[in-house]
């Protein structure tokens, strides 16, 4: 089972108040909600991968459903600060090419979902049916748009960028990454079975991407 940096990271200083057995609970749910989903998870596996009764979940929960929405909340509560994390390094340089920028924009994003993948894909699964960790992350991207769109005007006006809309470019870079991501741990994971989240994907991604914006 996972250690204790989950919780750490996620409940900050309530994580000291918590008894081992929930933090145990807590761990087991977020890695086998991340890993097979809410509605593939017992409550009985919880207990054996937490090593604990399927009482005690009981005693700290009122359902499994309670379980996930502590989790889904507290992470709510950690959105900006999950999505967010080094990611004004990427817009705060200056590129040569469009390709460096969605180089560095993925690897960027890799790095992110690599240090936090189980909470990272819980928060993709809970997108289309939680309202407030949608608009939570519906947010988060209007707040980057901005930073974003500067980057592509700036690479416009050195010729390296077609002469399309800079919003329009932004959301078709946007929407090709995400739905990569979903495609990949959320909607058809079976897929990808055989290829994990690597920099050869990502090296894939980006020539993708590019090919189709670069300025001839």
């Not at 890993?35 to 009122?62: D, L, P």
């Not at 947010?139 to 500067?150: G, H, K, L, M, V």
């Not at 932004?170 to 079975?193: A, C, D, N, R």
């Amino acid at each position: 089972m996972q250690d204790s940096h989950w919780l750490e990271w996620l409940f900050d200083n309530d994580e000291k108040n918590m008894t081992n057995k929930k933090k145990q609970i807590i761990a087991a749910a977020i890695e086998l909600f991340a890993s097979q989903g809410y509605a593939a998870t017992s409550t009985k596996e919880i207990a054996e991968k937490a090593e604990v009764a399927e009482g005690t979940i009981f005693k700290h929960f009122n359902s499994k459903m309670d379980l996930m929405l502590f989790i889904s909340n507290s992470i709510i509560e950690k959105t900006d600060t999950l999505f967010e994390s080094d990611l004004a390094e990427v817009f705060n340089q200056t590129y040569d090419s469009l390709d460096a920028f969605i180089k560095s924009l993925l690897l960027n994003r890799y790095n992110m979902i690599i240090s936090k993948q189980a909470l990272f894909k819980i928060l993709l699964q809970e997108i289309p049916f939680h309202m407030e960790i949608r608009s939570a992350f519906i947010q988060f991207i209007s707040r980057q748009i901005p930073a974003f769109i500067d980057c592509i005007v700036a690479m416009q006006n050195k010729g390296l960028v077609i002469d399309e809309d800079p919003d329009t470019i932004v959301k078709l870079i946007l929407t090709t990454i995400m739905g990569f991501l979903l495609s990949h741990y959320v909607i058809v994971p079976e897929l990808f079975q055989t290829q994990n989240l690597d920099a050869t994907s990502l090296e894939t991604m980006a020539q993708f991407i590019t090919r189709g914006l670069t300025k001839s």
